[in-house]
C-alpha cells in the first residue's frame, strides 16, 4: 500500500520568500507522485509530476519538486511565494504503471502575507 | 479542450435521500475517477471506471455506487444519504496514456445533508 505524508498542516510566508512544503511518502515500489493545487471553491489542479524520468521536476507557477528515493521525500518549492499562491496543497501518489487510485495527503494551506 | 464537467454544482439533500452526480469528462479520456473531500477525512478515493467498468474501489459502503457510459461520461449514486455524505465529490479524467497517471479534475458538486 502507498501512503503520503504531509507535514505541515498550514504554512505562512512572506511576500517574495521561499515557499516549501513538505511530502514523504511510503510505497512498496517506486511511485508515481504529484502535487496539485486547489483554490477555494475549485477542483484540484495539477502543479507538477514524477514518472520515473528527471527527478527535479518543473511545475507551472513556479514551482518545482525534486524527488530523493533515499529520502522518500518529493517536497514542493517556489523561489519567490506571490499573493496569488495563496491556497491548499496537495501531494499524491499512485502505482505505475496504470494504477489510476491516487491517495493523497492530507494537504496544506499556504497564506501569503504581504 | 473543454475540461471536466460535473452537474449539479451544488446540491442539498435531506437523510434518507438518494442523489446522482454526474461527470464529463475530457474529450478522448476514457478513465473516470471519482473522489470524496470532507474537511475529517480529507481526500478519499471511491471508484475508478475505464471503458465502462469499475476497475478500481475504495473502501466506501455499498450505497455508493457508478456506472460509465460508452461515451465515458459517468454518474455516481449514493442512496439512503447520510449526514456523514456532506462532501465536496469531484470527478477526474485520464487520457490513459502509458507512463503518466496524469488526472485531470473537474470543479466539483457540493452535497449537503440536512
Known amino acids: 500500500a502507498q501512503s503520503v505524508t504531509q507535514l505541515g498542516s498550514h504554512v505562512s510566508v512572506s511576500e517574495g520568500a521561499l515557499v516549501l512544503l513538505r511530502c514523504n511518502y511510503s510505497?512498496?515500489?517506486?511511485?508515481?507522485l504529484f502535487w496539485y493545487v486547489q483554490y477555494p471553491n475549485q477542483g484540484l489542479q495539477l502543479l507538477l509530476k514524477?514518472?520515473?524520468?528527471?527527478?527535479l521536476v518543473k511545475g507551472i507557477n513556479g514551482f518545482e519538486a525534486e524527488f530523493k528515493k533515499s529520502e522518500t521525500s518529493f517536497h514542493l518549492t517556489k523561489p519567490s511565494a506571490h499573493m496569488s499562491d495563496a491556497a491548499e496543497y496537495f501531494c499524491?501518489?499512485?502505482?505505475?504503471?496504470?494504477?489510476?487510485?491516487?491517495?493523497f495527503g492530507a494537504g496544506t494551506t499556504v497564506t501569503v502575507r504581504a | 479542450k473543454a475540461g471536466v464537467t460535473q452537474t449539479p454544482r451544488y446540491l442539498i439533500k435531506t437523510r434518507g435521500q438518494q442523489v446522482t452526480l454526474s461527470c464529463s469528462p475530457i474529450s478522448g479520456h476514457r478513465s473516470v475517477s471519482w473522489y470524496q473531500q470532507t474537511p475529517g477525512q480529507g481526500l478519499q478515493f471511491l471508484f475508478e471506471?475505464?471503458?465502462?467498468?469499475?476497475?478500481n474501489k475504495g473502501n466506501f459502503p455499498g450505497r455508493f455506487s457508478g456506472r460509465q457510459f460508452s461515451n465515458s461520461r459517468s454518474e455516481m449514486n449514493v442512496s439512503t444519504l447520510e449526514l456523514g455524505d456532506s462532501a465536496l465529490y469531484l470527478c477526474?479524467?485520464?487520457?490513459?496514456?502509458?507512463?503518466?497517471?496524469?488526472?485531470?479534475f473537474g470543479p466539483g458538486t457540493r452535497l449537503t445533508v440536512l
Open positions: 510505497s512498496s515500489v517506486p511511485p508515481y
Open positions: 477526474a479524467s485520464s487520457p490513459v496514456a502509458v507512463g503518466s497517471n496524469e488526472q485531470f
Open positions: 499524491a501518489v499512485s502505482r505505475p504503471p496504470n494504477d489510476y487510485k491516487l491517495s
Open positions: 514524477y514518472t520515473s524520468a528527471a527527478t
Open positions: 471506471y475505464f471503458s465502462e467498468t469499475q476497475r
